[in-house]
């Protein structure tokens, strides 16, 4: 993950205002200020797992995308919050062609429209385009066809966020003891005792014609100390749910992620492992 340029890495943008105030009143003010602007920190990593050979997962954090990289250790980037700004993973479909292409292309289409994302409908436009654009690649080259992905991510508005997704990667809510799960999972019906299935009843691109998608989006007032796990599956099927919200209760940031990262491969890793933390702070 690319680097983010000063003053967006451990801090919110707005501290910079000290530097131009003057006099001691003026620099009293403006640390007042910086410490009451909420701002958005995001701590994210992706691997392979320890059984597929190369990783079909993409990420994007605002205008930032990791596309099929292993991040060595969780990356944190922050935002001050404003401007619409969207963070999602996209996990491409096993079994089938290209899916590190298709997750790519749909993550990168989210990096360059996330800024418009206004309104909810801006949303779901952006998600049924992504389907599009899957489509329409595939149709150009007989290589990529039949490829597909799923998407899950959250958007961040000023005042309120947009999860959204399509097929079986998730996003939670982590709220003091509570982890609830705010997408939802296009998968069929599970028999009694199972917990996970490979299954998804739909997804970007994925057939060998265009399938219409229906996203799955939930609004909600935002306010400081939220926070979201955006994930793939390769978190959520070999890692219970219970243990996921344990590990968010007793962790935050990078160690939250890490500690997320090790449960899913002392669990044997059997898929790419991608996620992102989002908290909103002050």
Known sequence: MPVPPAGARGRPVATMGVRHATG?????VAEHRSREMPYLTV???SHTGLIR???EDSLVVGPWTLCGTVTENPQTLVFPLGNPLVVAVADGIGGQPAGEVASA???RHLAALGPSLETDEAVQDVVELCNRAVYAAAERDPELTTMGTTVAGAVVREKSVVVFNVGDS?????AGEELRQVSVDDSPPLPPGRRTTSVVTQALGGAPEF???TPHLTTAPLTVGDRYLVCTDGLTDP???DEVGELLRRHSGGRAAFELWKSAIEAGGPDNITL???TIGE
Not at 170 to 174: H, I, L, Y
């Open 24 to 28: 001691a009143r003026g620099v009293a």
């Open 43 to 45: 701590t994210a990593l």
């Open 53 to 55: 050979e190369h990783n």
């Open 105 to 107: 292309l749909v993550v």
């Open 170 to 174: 998730r996003v939670f809510a982590s």
């Open 211 to 213: 399938s219409a998608v």
């Open 239 to 241: 890692v219970p749910e």
């Open 276 to 278: 992102a933390l989002l």
